[in-house]
């Protein structure tokens, strides 16, 4: 069996915007569609939450003035709320977004679902990136 298959379910394994697995994003906070730590995504996840992003305080104040509050606690669905330094799997189209508005946080490539070049592109990923490609 190719090891680009998940043995358990014979589907092809997540890859990164530069050809690789996909790595985990965080584990703390709990991040990903899924909560398995990863920018993985699938038929549900509608927002595709691929881009594995670390917060900085422009960013979430950016995300906050547009209507989705990163910042503040919700205990009842079990978030912290994110603060700078943290890492988590942003819609692509928000990354997209703050890219725009010259806000977008650093990405950590490994750990960028290669869906997440349906919104943006590899290069404007690259430029914000923490690893090295």
Same mark, same amino acid.
């Given at each position: 069996?190719?090891?680009?298959?998940?043995?358990?379910?014979?589907? %092809?394994?997540?890859?990164?915007?530069?050809?690789? /697995?996909?790595? %985990?994003?965080?584990?703390? %906070?709990?991040?990903?569609?899924?909560?398995? @730590?990863?920018?993985? !995504?699938? /038929? @549900?996840?509608?927002?595709?939450?691929?881009?594995?992003?670390?917060? !900085?305080?422009?960013?979430?104040?950016?995300?906050?003035?547009?209507?989705?509050?990163?910042?503040?606690?919700?205990?009842?669905?079990?978030?912290? @709320?994110?603060? /700078?330094?943290?890492?988590?799997?942003?819609?692509?189209?928000?990354?997209?977004?703050?890219?725009?508005?010259?806000? =977008? %946080?650093?990405?950590?490539?490994?750990?960028?679902?290669? =869906? =997440?070049?349906?919104?943006?592109?590899?290069?404007?990923?690259?430029?914000?990136?923490?690893?090295?490609?």
């Amino acid at each position: 069996m190719d090891d680009v298959f998940d043995r358990r379910e014979e589907r %092809p394994r997540p890859r990164n915007v530069i050809g690789g /697995p996909l790595m %985990p994003c965080s584990v703390a %906070p709990l991040t990903g569609f899924f909560r398995d @730590g990863c920018c993985n !995504t699938g /038929p @549900g996840d509608v927002g595709l939450h691929v881009v594995c992003a670390e917060m !900085t305080e422009e960013f979430l104040a950016f995300s906050r003035s547009v209507g989705n509050d990163l910042s503040t606690p919700l205990p009842a669905y079990g978030f912290a @709320g994110l603060k /700078p330094g943290d890492r988590w799997c942003l819609c692509a189209a928000r990354w997209e977004e703050a890219r725009r508005a010259g806000v =977008a %946080p650093l990405v950590l490539l490994e750990a960028t679902h290669e =869906a =997440a070049l349906q919104v943006t592109t590899r290069e404007h990923l690259m430029a914000h990136a923490i690893d090295a490609a």
